[in-house]
């Protein structure tokens, strides 16, 4: 074995984030490393590339027991990690990024001579074609991976770490990658490769291991699995979830907002969705399936190519947020701190943001009206807090979240685009958020409800539409909610393909 | 201690007048406390204006330019002109280079710092030659040297017009949607356009507010200096400006801020200008001086510092943590 890792736990306080998992790679073999957001995929990761030390278990490195002082003496040993977020010096050339943090030299000078033929040979064997000398941060996403694959290799890597590297990729440059991944596999080099998608695993990796809430699932041949299996795997035996705690809505038939063919690429592929009057629709999806994108061109807020949104059956024009807020159409965004709220003011002034100029008359701003209805919408939401003069980022995440959804009540939103709202917040904030949205669909209102947790979605929503890849790979009415399948249909399995079988 | 917690600015401005009263008896003379009023105000203007563009998330380094081009139009147009239509030339072109500021910042998204310098140095350029870098003695009224030097109710005339100025402004952030929406912008630019908000609408009217308020200090100035000047005139306002505005709380980072604390940060930097000149220090010290006195209050505001220096001064030192 290359790389061998026993009984590996690590424990941050107050969470376990990894217990008892093994872990072994060869060389030249390509092993997935599978499992939900905050399975402990990461920790793993940093664990075998030296950057954390587990808190138990040993890891072999050749069949010796080793303990990495660092991510610089696991890159010194050849094991080396290419992170989704590259770590390109944009100004600098090809050749310079190449030996980032190992410059060659000789006579205390640089040995350029020396760096430009390794760096040539190496990028050759990789098929990159850009010139020595042209600045990294000029070439494309997908370039730039490959000199952080050159850039491992200069230091004679026997072990990559491929942290999603197919997320940022077009089709074509996802099948370079893999070709480039199996030369490198027949010249001995083992890869680890973290990703969501399914036809990935399936394609490309000999053997895959499952971790889930930190424990260690399983491990498996690829050929002995199919996918059905390996989401039972990821999911386990989940509670079972109980759908008579959804309140539905009246369901009507009036659609209040369709989508036609929205295509910005490639974000956005051909996505057509309609979403009903006080109808809960959720959009289930993995990161980089393009919900965000979604919503934020529902909301003016992202430019769409192609295309066209219809509001209570007319086409509207959504080139702007406010265009979308005039249609009654209101957004709270993925990130609440950057986004939705200006932390370092009031939350009366929060509260309040998008519909200043409904408390303006003739001489100016009407305080004493915008802080009792600031008041009024922090009651309705039941948002704790002690002053409404106090910045807004004082407070608990969730009363946070919940000042958002004010700002879109007081708005007098009809359309309710949500964006993960329960990200980071306790389970008592997200049952009143769960609460709220079905109060509002109650009223007449409807919401589309992004959640990375799926569970979530079936519990909360009517219909849930599956998106992969920018485009909807299934969509499902309530009684038909299966957590398996909508995950199958998140990690890029389609209604096409499941026809086709 | 609340007081110190609240209005920071407040209590070193009082702290100091009265450091300097008794370094200085005549420091406290009513002719001197006058003459510091009238010379702060002018840079209070500049400040006031830079107020507006910090709070808003931008920066404005022409400032001190549009005083120099005011001066000399204000000062050449009048001999051929009436000078209060020399007077609404000038300021009509510091809002114009302030709206054009803002339109190359809000449109094409260029950095504030590269476009007010590139405009700092076009207008300095525009001002000289128009002077052709020679004082311009114009034929001025004698009506325009009431604005420097006549006085009201026992207060001097710039000084009432910027003390004006402020309550204008403080009314204008408090009570009108843009006002607050300057401070929505500065803030958190994407939230503000989530929430419906014209960022290039708010930001465009804060430069041409500081275009304009400091065509009203070029104003000031050949009001006091009879003439008008092209080559010295402003050089160096702009960073007295960002440093009356910070002293005074103002944070560079955009959407904190108050115009009283501007008000209270040129008065800060005036005072020690007129003290240090009294008690016959070096001027070389007051530079010195004024560095100090900004990177301890920039230190001071941001809150976890703050804490730790009203902790100190109640004599309470962090030694537990």
Excluded at chain 1, 5 to 18: D, E, H, Q, R
Excluded at chain 1, 455 to 466: K, T
Excluded at chain 2, 211 to 224: P, Q
Excluded at chain 2, 261 to 278: R, Y
Aim: charged share 20%; glycine share 10%.
């Amino acid at each position: 074995m290359l790389l061998e890792a026993k009984g590996i736990a690590k424990s941050y306080p107050g969470v376990k984030a990894l217990k008892q998992v093994d872990f072994s790679i060869d060389a030249g073999e390509v092993v997935a490393v599978v499992g939900e957001n905050g399975a402990g995929k990461s920790t793993l990761m940093k664990i075998l590339a030296g950057a954390i030390q587990p808190n138990e278990g040993t890891l072999h490195l050749d069949g010796k027991q080793i303990e990495f002082a660092g991510p610089l003496d696991a890159q010194s040993r050849g094991i080396c990690t290419i992170y989704q977020e590259l770590m390109i010096v944009p100004e600098l050339s090809v050749v310079e990024n190449v030996f980032l943090g190992h410059l060659k030299q000789k006579n205390g000078f640089l040995d350029w001579p020396t760096m430009r033929k390794q760096a040539a040979e190496i990028l050759d064997r990789l098929g990159l074609k850009a010139p020595l000398a042209a600045k990294a941060g000029d070439l494309s996403v997908a370039e730039q991976q490959l000199i952080e694959i050159a850039k491992s290799l200069s230091r004679n890597s026997r072990l990559l770490i491929m942290d999603e590297p197919t997320a940022s990729l077009s089709k074509d440059e996802v099948a370079n990658l893999f070709n480039l991944v199996r030369s490198l596999q027949k010249d001995g080099i083992a890869v680890i490769l973290i990703t969501h998608h399914l036809h990935e695993i399936f394609e490309i990796c000999d053997r895959l291991i499952v971790l889930r809430d930190g424990d260690y699932v399983g491990a498996a041949t690829t050929d002995e699995i199919d996918e059905d299996d390996l989401v039972e795997m990821m999911l386990g035996h989940k509670v079972q979830i109980d759908k008579s705690l959804h309140r539905a809505a009246v369901q009507h038939d009036q659609i209040v907002l369709e989508a036609r063919h929205l295509t910005r690429k490639p974000e956005l592929d051909n996505v057509s969705l309609s979403l009903h009057k006080g109808e809960v629709l959720g959009i289930a999806g993995l990161m980089g399936a393009g919900r965000t994108e979604l919503v934020r061109a529902l909301f003016g807020a992202d430019p769409f190519e192609t295309g066209e949104v219809k509001v209570n059956g007319s086409l509207a024009v959504l080139s702007s947020p406010r265009d979308a807020l005039d249609h009654k159409i209101g957004l709270a965004p993925e990130d609440r701190k950057t986004q939705g709220l200006i932390l370092s003011m009031p939350i009366g002034h929060n509260v309040t943001l998008p519909s200043l100029s409904d408390h303006s008359g003739t001489l100016g701003l009407n305080l004493n009206s915008e802080t009792r209805t600031a008041a009024k919408l922090c009651e309705q939401l039941f948002v704790k807090y002690a002053n409404l003069d106090q910045a807004v980022g004082n407070l608990s995440g969730g009363n946070q979240q919940k000042v958002v959804l004010a700002k879109l009540l007081g708005a007098g939103t009809d359309i309710y685009l949500l964006d993960e709202p329960t990200r980071g917040i306790d389970i008592g904030a997200k049952e009143a958020i769960f609460d709220l949205i079905w109060d509002l669909t109650n009223q007449g209102s409807s919401v589309i409800i992004i959640s990375s947790v799926i569970e979530e979605l079936i519990r909360v929503c009517d219909r849930i539409v599956c998106l992969h890849l920018g485009r909807v790979t299934q969509s499902y009415n309530r009684d038909e909610f299966d957590l398996n399948r909508i995950m199958l249909n998140a990690m890029g399995k389609s209604a096409d393909t499941e026809a086709a079988e | 201690m609340a007081l110190l917690k609240k209005y920071p600015y407040v209590v070193v401005l009082v702290i100091m007048a009265i450091a300097f009263g008794a370094l200085a008896p005549s420091f406290l003379d009513a002719g001197n406390l006058a003459n510091v009023l009238k010379q702060a105000s002018l840079l209070g203007f500049v400040a006031l204006g830079m107020c507006f563009v910090l709070i808003g998330g931008g920066l404005d380094l022409s400032v001190g330019s549009v005083v120099a081009l005011s001066s000399v139009l204000i000062a050449g147009l009048s001999a051929t002109l009436p000078p209060i239509i020399s007077i609404h030339v000038a300021l009509l072109a510091g809002t114009l280079i302030g709206i054009f500021n803002g339109v190359f910042v809000t449109a094409f998204r260029f950095q504030p710092i590269i476009v007010t310098i590139s405009s700092m140095a076009i207008v300095r350029g525009i001002a000289m030659a128009y002077s052709d870098s020679r004082p311009i003695f114009g034929t001025l009224p004698d009506e325009l040297f009431l604005l420097a030097d006549g006085v009201i109710f026992g207060f001097p005339v710039p000084t009432l017009l910027f003390f004006l100025a402020c309550l204008l402004s403080t009314l204008f952030l408090r009570f009108t949607a843009l006002g607050r929406q300057i401070y929505q912008v500065g803030g958190n630019e994407e939230a503000a356009r989530l929430a419906g908000i014209n960022i290039a609408r708010v930001k465009i009217t804060t430069y041409a507010i500081s275009g304009f308020l400091s065509s009203v200090a070029g104003l000031m100035l050949v009001a006091r200096m009879q003439s008008g000047e092209a080559v010295r005139t402003g050089v160096g306002w702009e960073l007295d400006a960002i440093a009356a505005a910070a002293i005074g709380g103002v944070s560079l980072m955009g959407g904190i801020g108050t115009v009283l604390g501007t008000l209270c940060g040129a008065l800060i930097i005036g005072m020690m200008a007129n003290a240090f000149n009294l008690l016959g220090v070096n001027p070389y010290w007051q530079r010195i001086v004024i560095g100090l006195i900004l990177a301890i209050a920039v230190a001071s505001y941001s809150s976890g510092n703050l804490k730790r220096v009203l902790t100190a001064l109640r004599g309470k030192t962090l030694r537990k943590a």
